[in-house]
């Protein structure tokens, strides 16, 4: 019974909106639509504007639900959501603030490429990981937060931040990814903890400003063209 539990949670927990859940979708006054239950936030239109608050009781962000919502200036995500899908808020070009709450325990690939106004973020505490292209192409974010849960940074994960001067790594961190921080050409100095092992290729090419960089004896590993 309890792997038959198991089983219909991580079902759940599906960030995919099918197209079963679209037909019985609950639509609400700005055309957003939920699952019928209220647990899933399947989709959104782009004609979205302005602030936007997620209905309390949802627990999923679906993949997409977001992205290319050129004139969305913010988002409100009440404490419960459990998982954001991936590119849920990619290339909202016009979103400057979004607060991520402690609920949070998964955060998708690309979740945030593209959003070029977004300028600061503080990423929850249970979350372990920052995926691949999370933060790809966020030319304003100056100031990001990575809690101490967070155990790997992916490929092209803050590549073209241009803004991001300052970072720090926490002790939990053990890989950073392929051209994570490529093109980070305001990036200054950064430490990188002695809990990590490798470093992948590209990793910080294009980083024109960076003048001190720490790798400590951990570090077996160095990419191509790092």
Same mark, same amino acid.
């Given at each position: ?17 099918? /197209? ?7 639509? /609400? ?24 608050? &997620? ?5 999923? &962000? ?35 603030? &979004?607060?991520? =709450? ?52 992916? /490929? ?14 926490? /002790? ?20 990188? =903890? ?21 790798? =400590?004896?951990?570090?077996?590993? &160095?990419?191509?063209?790092?």
């Amino acid at each position: 019974v309890k792997a038959s539990q198991d089983a219909s949670d991580n079902l759940d927990m599906s960030t995919e909106a099918t /197209d079963e859940e679209l037909n019985e979708a609950i639509t /609400d006054e700005f055309g957003v639509k939920y699952s019928k239950d209220g647990r899933k936030l399947l989709k959104v239109p782009q004609k979205l504007k302005g602030t936007y608050a &997620i209905k309390e009781g949802t627990k999923i &962000i679906c993949n997409m639900v977001f992205c290319e919502c050129d004139s969305l200036n913010s988002v409100v995500i009440p404490d419960g959501v459990a998982v954001i899908g991936n590119d849920a808020f990619s290339y909202c070009e016009s979103l400057k603030s &979004i607060i991520i =709450p402690d609920s949070v325990t998964s955060i998708g690939e690309s979740a945030f490429e593209g959003c070029s106004s977004l300028t600061s973020l503080v990423l929850p505490d249970c979350v372990t990981s920052i995926r691949n292209s999370s933060f790809w192409g966020c030319s304003s974010l100056s100031s990001l937060v990575i809690p101490d849960s967070v155990t790997n940074i992916g /490929d092209m994960a803050f590549y073209g931040c241009f803004s991001l001067r300052n970072l720090v790594i926490p /002790d939990s961190v053990t890989s950073i990814g392929d051209r994570a921080f490529s093109g980070c050409c305001s990036l200054e100095s950064l430490v990188i =903890p002695d809990s990590v092992t490798s470093i992948g290729d590209w990793t910080f090419s294009d980083c024109y400003s960076l003048r001190s960089l720490v790798i =400590p004896d951990s570090v077996t590993s &160095i990419g191509d063209y790092a």
